[in-house]
């Protein structure tokens, strides 16, 4: 708990378990974090994952990480949406939202 980067395994030797900027989630988490950094496992498989914000629960060994299809749980934050027409009649809809876990 608290940590901003925690040692992964398993990932293969070599190969890019997330790049910068993409979302995971921890399996007993549901709070949502993203990548900092690359990271590329080396030749043994493990690798250090880096991330934004800190750990809100602690992981276990051998637990899991969703890499694709990341579901986020979220709530509008205010009542105002913004709705505008453009060229060729494409709507653009604005509204503010934040993670809740």
Known sequence: RGAKNIAVGGAGANKTVL??????????????????NDC?????GNATLYFAGSLVADVTSGEELTLTGVPFTAI??????????????????????????
């Open 19 to 36: 790049v910068a900027g993409d979302f995971f989630k921890f399996e007993n988490h549901t709070k949502v974090y993203q990548a900092t």
């Open 40 to 44: 590329i496992s080396d030749g043994s």
């Open 76 to 101: 509008i934050e205010d009542d105002t949406h913004k709705v505008s027409v453009g060229l060729g009649g494409m709507a653009n809809l604005r509204l503010k939202m934040r993670e809740v876990w």
